[in-house]
Antibody, heavy 122, light 108 residues
């Protein structure tokens, strides 16, 4: 059974930092592209960042570029998001999501974790 | 940047058909996916590659995509279909994923 379990969220002051993690199991983690998606309280879904299966290609949404860093450790079946210079508008549930891609078709998020809440407040 | 627009809400009576639209520039040239999210839960993929259903998704959910609009149709709507629904596309020019604004489906 595929499982994605996020951790590391919490309350942090504006300007602060956190590292959130996603532990994967039930599939060959190193074969899959991974993403972070967030959802502010009462709001919609927002894609945050992408990392290729080997970590060689990375993308960020404009809203987090320069402040967030995505990484992965395939030996530990883990995905990470280092979030720096946090702002109130970064308050959200952060989900890790597995991307499934087949040639000539667009990727989709076929599995999601339960999310971890990051609250930015003084 | 690429944007996808959905109606904020759709209401439907039990047993009737609900249609949720997702509009974006030349969306029909891309592939659309749809996600269902119930309160307090993570999103679940219900439609991918415009029309395909993952294993376990009921046949009453179907999708289409043409021109500038993708549509999720729920036929014979049941109370359990009450949820938020999000469309999603992949912008190949930027390699960014884009979500729609979301639609709350209420079963009256």
């Amino acid at each position: 059974e595929v499982q994605l379990v996020e951790s590391g969220g919490g309350l942090v002051q504006p300007g602060g930092s956190l590292r959130i993690s996603c532990a994967a199991s039930g599939f060959t983690f190193s074969n899959y592209e991974m993403n972070w998606v967030r959802q502010a309280p009462g709001k919609g879904l927002e894609w945050v960042s992408y990392i290729s299966s080997r970590g060689s290609t990375i993308y960020y949404a404009d809203s987090v570029k320069g402040r967030f860093t995505i990484s992965r450790d395939n030996a530990k079946n883990s995905l990470y998001l280092q979030v720096n210079s946090l702002r109130a508008e970064d308050t959200a549930v952060y989900y890790c999501a597995r991307a499934f891609r087949v040639p000539n078709y667009a990727p989709r998020f076929d599995y999601w974790g339960q999310g971890t809440l990051v609250t930015v407040s003084s | 940047s690429y944007e996808l627009t959905q109606p904020p809400s759709v209401s439907v009576s039990p047993g009737q058909t609900a249609s949720i639209t997702c509009s974006g520039d030349k969306l029909g040239d891309k592939y659309a996916s749809w996600y269902q999210q119930k309160p307090g839960q993570s999103p679940v993929l219900v439609i991918y590659e415009d029309t395909k259903r993952p294993s376990g998704i009921p046949e009453r959910l179907s999708g289409s995509n043409s021109g500038n609009t993708a549509t999720l149709t729920i036929s014979g709507t049941q109370a359990m279909d009450e949820a938020d629904y999000y469309c999603q596309a992949w912008d190949s020019s930027t390699a960014f994923y884009v979500f729609g604004t979301g639609t709350k489906v209420t079963v009256l």
